[in-house]
């Protein structure tokens, strides 16, 4: 993913350093929670950040998982597209409970 990054800043004339030797660049590439959370704290007007507060938990299967789970729960209505998720080996006994119904 990084010679992607690095192909398409040199495509549009972009310097590419490394994080750790400059806190002035324009634009940071962040893969972690941590450095998502580092980087927005100190962020000045003109910089900008690969990643939104929150991304990781969307991208997480478990994470996203649980979330939508909820949100169906809630408003069964609305996330009716969502079909039931069980999350493996936590909810084991619920699987095979739904399956012997079955």
Not at 16 to 45: H, I, Q, Y
Not at 73 to 79: G, N, S
């Amino acid at each position: 993913a990084f010679d992607v990054l690095r192909i398409s800043a040199q495509d549009i004339s972009w310097k590419v350093v490394s994080a750790t030797s400059r806190s002035d660049a324009d634009v940071f590439w962040v893969t972690t929670r941590e450095e998502t959370a580092r980087r927005l704290l100190n962020l000045k007007s003109h910089q900008s950040v690969s990643k939104f507060p929150g991304t990781h938990d969307v991208c997480s299967k478990l994470a996203f998982s649980t979330l939508l789970g909820t949100a169906a729960r809630l408003f069964p209505q609305r996330y009716d597209f969502w079909p039931r998720t069980w999350r493996l080996p936590d909810e084991r006994a619920a699987l095979a409970a739904f399956v012997e119904r079955r």
